[in-house]
T-cell receptor, first 118, second 111 residues
Framework: NAGVMQNPRHLVRRRGQEARLRCSPM?????VYWYRQLPEEGLKFMVY????????ESGMPKERFSAEFPKEGPSILRIQQVVRGDSAAYFC????????????????FGAGSRLTVL | SQQGEEDPQALSIQEGENATMNCSYK?????LQWYRQNSGRGLVHLIL?????REKHSGRLRVTLDTSKKSSSLLITASRAADTASYFC???????????FGAGTILRVKS
Protein backbone atom coordinates (compact mmCIF):
# COMPACT_ATOMS: atom_id res chain seq x y z
CA ASN A 1 0.00 0.00 0.00
CA ALA A 2 1.82 3.05 -1.28
CA GLY A 3 -0.06 5.57 0.84
CA VAL A 4 -1.14 8.94 -0.47
CA MET A 5 0.95 9.92 -3.46
CA GLN A 6 1.40 13.51 -4.47
CA ASN A 7 3.24 14.90 -7.44
CA PRO A 8 5.11 16.89 -8.24
CA ARG A 9 6.92 17.28 -4.92
CA HIS A 10 8.32 20.61 -5.99
CA LEU A 11 6.96 22.94 -8.65
CA VAL A 12 8.30 26.31 -9.75
CA ARG A 13 6.11 28.59 -11.78
CA ARG A 14 6.35 32.19 -12.97
CA ARG A 15 3.56 34.62 -12.24
CA GLY A 16 0.66 34.09 -14.61
CA GLN A 17 1.39 30.43 -15.33
CA GLU A 18 -0.77 27.49 -14.30
CA ALA A 19 0.03 24.96 -11.59
CA ARG A 20 -1.44 21.46 -11.51
CA LEU A 21 -1.00 19.33 -8.43
CA ARG A 22 -1.97 15.68 -8.40
CA CYS A 23 -2.99 13.37 -5.61
CA SER A 24 -3.66 9.65 -5.63
CA PRO A 25 -5.39 8.59 -2.42
CA MET A 26 -4.63 5.45 -0.48
CA UNK A 27 -6.09 2.30 -1.94
CA UNK A 28 -9.64 1.93 -0.72
CA UNK A 29 -10.02 5.61 0.18
CA UNK A 30 -12.62 7.50 -1.79
CA UNK A 31 -12.47 10.82 0.06
CA VAL A 32 -9.83 13.42 -0.68
CA TYR A 33 -9.03 16.66 1.12
CA TRP A 34 -6.69 19.45 0.04
CA TYR A 35 -5.01 21.71 2.57
CA ARG A 36 -2.60 24.60 2.12
CA GLN A 37 0.25 25.37 4.49
CA LEU A 38 2.17 28.60 4.53
CA PRO A 39 5.65 28.63 6.11
CA GLU A 40 5.55 28.26 9.90
CA GLU A 41 1.75 28.01 9.89
CA GLY A 42 -0.87 25.33 10.30
CA LEU A 43 -2.92 23.72 7.59
CA LYS A 44 -5.85 25.59 6.11
CA PHE A 45 -8.65 23.57 4.56
CA MET A 46 -9.32 24.17 0.90
CA VAL A 47 -11.61 21.52 -0.55
CA TYR A 48 -13.14 18.12 0.14
CA UNK A 49 -14.01 15.78 -2.71
CA UNK A 50 -15.41 12.35 -3.33
CA UNK A 51 -15.23 10.62 -6.68
CA UNK A 52 -16.78 12.96 -9.26
CA UNK A 53 -18.21 15.25 -6.56
CA UNK A 54 -17.08 18.34 -4.73
CA UNK A 55 -18.52 18.07 -1.23
CA UNK A 56 -17.12 21.21 0.39
CA GLU A 57 -15.08 23.92 -1.31
CA SER A 58 -15.60 26.57 1.32
CA GLY A 59 -11.86 27.06 1.85
CA MET A 60 -10.93 27.46 -1.76
CA PRO A 61 -10.63 30.91 -3.34
CA LYS A 62 -13.46 31.48 -5.80
CA GLU A 63 -11.15 32.65 -8.56
CA ARG A 64 -8.21 30.88 -10.16
CA PHE A 65 -8.50 27.72 -8.03
CA SER A 66 -10.34 24.56 -8.99
CA ALA A 67 -10.29 20.93 -7.94
CA GLU A 68 -11.56 17.69 -9.33
CA PHE A 69 -11.55 14.02 -8.48
CA PRO A 70 -12.60 12.11 -11.59
CA LYS A 71 -13.96 8.61 -11.69
CA GLU A 72 -10.64 7.41 -13.01
CA GLY A 73 -7.30 8.92 -12.09
CA PRO A 74 -5.96 11.19 -9.39
CA SER A 75 -7.46 14.23 -7.79
CA ILE A 76 -6.14 17.45 -9.29
CA LEU A 77 -5.81 20.88 -7.72
CA ARG A 78 -5.43 23.49 -10.41
CA ILE A 79 -4.26 27.04 -9.86
CA GLN A 80 -4.53 29.36 -12.83
CA GLN A 81 -2.55 32.56 -13.30
CA VAL A 82 -0.47 31.98 -10.21
CA VAL A 83 0.67 34.88 -8.04
CA ARG A 84 3.47 35.04 -5.49
CA GLY A 85 0.96 34.64 -2.66
CA ASP A 86 0.14 31.16 -3.95
CA SER A 87 3.60 29.98 -2.91
CA ALA A 88 2.95 27.34 -0.25
CA ALA A 89 2.94 23.64 0.46
CA TYR A 90 -0.22 21.94 -0.71
CA PHE A 91 -1.13 18.76 1.09
CA CYS A 92 -3.57 16.13 0.03
CA UNK A 93 -5.10 13.72 2.52
CA UNK A 94 -7.46 10.82 2.09
CA UNK A 95 -9.82 8.89 4.29
CA UNK A 96 -12.08 5.88 3.88
CA UNK A 97 -15.01 7.83 5.29
CA UNK A 98 -18.28 6.84 3.70
CA UNK A 99 -21.34 9.02 3.22
CA UNK A 100 -23.40 8.96 6.37
CA UNK A 101 -20.55 7.50 8.40
CA UNK A 102 -20.50 9.12 11.80
CA UNK A 103 -17.30 7.58 13.11
CA UNK A 104 -13.94 9.22 13.45
CA UNK A 105 -12.43 10.82 10.38
CA UNK A 106 -8.70 10.06 10.46
CA UNK A 107 -6.68 11.44 7.58
CA UNK A 108 -3.67 9.96 5.85
CA PHE A 109 -1.51 12.68 4.34
CA GLY A 110 0.73 12.79 1.34
CA ALA A 111 4.20 14.34 1.50
CA GLY A 112 2.94 17.55 -0.08
CA SER A 113 3.64 19.58 -3.19
CA ARG A 114 5.68 22.70 -2.67
CA LEU A 115 4.79 25.46 -5.08
CA THR A 116 7.15 28.36 -5.59
CA VAL A 117 5.97 31.28 -7.70
CA LEU A 118 8.73 33.50 -9.03
CA SER B 1 -11.62 29.98 9.97
CA GLN B 2 -9.22 27.72 11.81
CA GLN B 3 -10.42 27.16 15.32
CA GLY B 4 -7.58 25.28 16.95
CA GLU B 5 -5.13 27.37 18.89
CA GLU B 6 -2.04 25.80 20.29
CA ASP B 7 0.45 26.91 22.85
CA PRO B 8 3.26 27.25 23.20
CA GLN B 9 4.14 28.16 19.63
CA ALA B 10 7.60 26.75 20.21
CA LEU B 11 9.13 24.56 22.89
CA SER B 12 12.75 23.62 23.41
CA ILE B 13 13.67 20.93 25.95
CA GLN B 14 16.48 18.54 26.80
CA GLU B 15 16.33 14.90 25.90
CA GLY B 16 14.64 12.93 28.65
CA GLU B 17 12.38 15.77 29.75
CA ASN B 18 8.63 15.79 29.24
CA ALA B 19 6.96 18.04 26.68
CA THR B 20 3.45 19.39 27.10
CA MET B 21 1.49 21.10 24.35
CA ASN B 22 -1.96 22.58 24.68
CA CYS B 23 -4.80 23.10 22.24
CA SER B 24 -7.99 25.11 22.56
CA TYR B 25 -10.96 25.04 20.23
CA LYS B 26 -14.30 26.75 19.83
CA UNK B 27 -17.06 24.45 18.59
CA UNK B 28 -18.57 21.10 19.58
CA UNK B 29 -16.53 18.16 18.45
CA UNK B 30 -16.84 14.43 17.77
CA UNK B 31 -13.19 13.89 18.52
CA LEU B 32 -9.85 15.64 18.68
CA GLN B 33 -6.73 14.34 17.02
CA TRP B 34 -3.02 15.08 17.25
CA TYR B 35 -0.71 14.93 14.26
CA ARG B 36 3.01 15.26 13.90
CA GLN B 37 4.91 16.83 11.03
CA ASN B 38 8.61 16.43 10.47
CA SER B 39 10.29 19.24 8.57
CA GLY B 40 9.39 19.15 4.90
CA ARG B 41 7.09 16.17 5.27
CA GLY B 42 3.38 15.44 5.49
CA LEU B 43 1.41 15.04 8.69
CA VAL B 44 1.21 11.73 10.49
CA HIS B 45 -1.68 10.82 12.76
CA LEU B 46 -0.59 10.17 16.36
CA ILE B 47 -3.63 9.73 18.55
CA LEU B 48 -7.37 10.38 18.69
CA UNK B 49 -9.52 11.12 21.70
CA UNK B 50 -13.30 11.04 21.48
CA UNK B 51 -15.52 13.68 23.00
CA UNK B 52 -16.71 11.28 25.71
CA UNK B 53 -13.17 10.41 26.77
CA ARG B 54 -11.05 12.38 29.21
CA GLU B 55 -7.65 10.77 28.85
CA LYS B 56 -5.92 8.42 26.48
CA HIS B 57 -2.46 6.85 26.35
CA SER B 58 -0.37 5.50 23.51
CA GLY B 59 3.22 4.58 24.29
CA ARG B 60 4.94 7.76 25.49
CA LEU B 61 1.96 9.90 24.49
CA ARG B 62 -0.77 11.00 26.85
CA VAL B 63 -3.70 13.08 25.67
CA THR B 64 -6.31 14.75 27.82
CA LEU B 65 -9.54 16.38 26.77
CA ASP B 66 -11.71 18.81 28.72
CA THR B 67 -14.83 19.50 26.70
CA SER B 68 -16.15 21.99 29.28
CA LYS B 69 -13.08 24.15 28.69
CA LYS B 70 -12.78 23.14 25.04
CA SER B 71 -9.15 22.27 25.50
CA SER B 72 -6.76 19.37 25.09
CA SER B 73 -3.17 18.66 26.00
CA LEU B 74 -0.56 16.36 24.53
CA LEU B 75 2.18 15.10 26.83
CA ILE B 76 5.26 13.38 25.45
CA THR B 77 7.21 11.69 28.21
CA ALA B 78 10.93 10.96 28.22
CA SER B 79 11.46 12.93 25.02
CA ARG B 80 14.04 11.95 22.43
CA ALA B 81 15.86 13.96 19.81
CA ALA B 82 13.76 12.12 17.22
CA ASP B 83 10.62 13.72 18.69
CA THR B 84 11.75 17.04 17.22
CA ALA B 85 8.88 18.05 14.94
CA SER B 86 5.78 20.23 14.72
CA TYR B 87 2.69 18.97 16.49
CA PHE B 88 -0.83 19.92 15.45
CA CYS B 89 -4.17 19.37 17.05
CA UNK B 90 -7.14 18.86 14.75
CA UNK B 91 -10.79 18.92 15.66
CA UNK B 92 -13.39 16.76 13.98
CA UNK B 93 -16.47 18.93 14.44
CA UNK B 94 -19.82 17.56 15.51
CA UNK B 95 -21.43 19.36 12.59
CA UNK B 96 -19.02 19.41 9.75
CA UNK B 97 -17.14 17.28 7.33
CA UNK B 98 -13.50 18.28 7.63
CA UNK B 99 -10.76 18.38 10.21
CA UNK B 100 -9.78 21.85 11.39
CA PHE B 101 -6.12 22.24 12.31
CA GLY B 102 -4.41 24.54 14.76
CA ALA B 103 -1.27 26.53 14.03
CA GLY B 104 0.93 23.95 15.72
CA THR B 105 3.69 23.76 18.30
CA ILE B 106 7.27 23.43 17.15
CA LEU B 107 9.07 21.06 19.49
CA ARG B 108 12.84 20.88 19.60
CA VAL B 109 14.47 18.20 21.71
CA LYS B 110 18.16 18.80 22.32
CA SER B 111 20.47 15.86 22.84
Amino acid sequence: NAGVMQNPRHLVRRRGQEARLRCSPMKGHSHVYWYRQLPEEGLKFMVYLQKENIIDESGMPKERFSAEFPKEGPSILRIQQVVRGDSAAYFCASSPRKTGYTGANVLTFGAGSRLTVL
Amino acid sequence: SQQGEEDPQALSIQEGENATMNCSYKTSINNLQWYRQNSGRGLVHLILIRSNEREKHSGRLRVTLDTSKKSSSLLITASRAADTASYFCATDPEYGNKLVFGAGTILRVKS
